[in-house]
């Protein structure tokens, strides 16, 4: 089973400015990589993934992540967050289809 | 749209109580998932489901157990509800693998034991 680590448990940000989320997970052969967005009190929903072809991938809500095979990472990125950003953001692996999980990173947007 | 659903967003059980947790999806999907989530811990996988009437343990089955009767039904049981059970859950389908895309989410149900 995949192993994956967020590396930061709290990213506070300003708005319109940009965010970097991070996220490595154990290497492994034909690994999918995905990242989940969790309002309040709601459920998961998919920002991006990644399954293969091109390695930088676009998501919802001006959202990309760049998937790197050799440092076994995938980090996510935005250029520019709103206050509606706020939220835990979820990286997940899998290489058949049981998903592991990071911890989450809660992004708090200030103005 | 895919859609999985919980039966219920809030619960409040009594300890030594047996709870179900009601989920169903309307894909036909082939897997589906029961997870935990804590703060700090992230999601955790209690159990999984690659057809009707298989199951498999996850990472943490201990006080857990499923059922999974028809494809689009698969129900977490807990035996007796104790306090350290309080958590959000969260349930999931996705294809199976061979044309895997990925896993959706319910909206979970958030469990309180008193």
Partial sequence: ?111 | DVKVTQSSRYLVKRTGEKVFLECVQDMDHENMFWYRQDPGLGLRLIYFSYDVKMKEKGDIPEGYSVSREKKERFSLILESASTNQTSMYLCASSPRQGRYTEAFFGQGTRLTVV
């Avoid at chain 1, 997970?25 to 990644?50: A, D, M, R």
């Fill in chain 1, 1 to 111: 089973a995949q192993s994956v680590t967020q590396l930061d448990s709290q990213v506070p940000v300003f708005e319109e400015a940009p965010v970097e989320l991070r996220c490595n997970y154990s290497s492994s052969v034909s690994v999918y990589l995905f990242w989940y967005v969790q309002y309040p009190n709601q459920g998961l929903q998919l920002l991006l993934k990644y399954l293969s072809g091109s390695t930088l991938v676009k998501g919802i809500n001006g959202f990309e992540a760049e998937f790197n095979k050799s440092q076994t990472s995938f980090h996510l990125r935005k250029p520019s967050v709103h206050i509606s950003d706020t939220a835990e953001y979820f990286c997940a692996a899998t290489n058949d289809y049981k998903l592991s999980f990071g911890a989450g990173t809660t992004v708090t947007v200030r103005a």
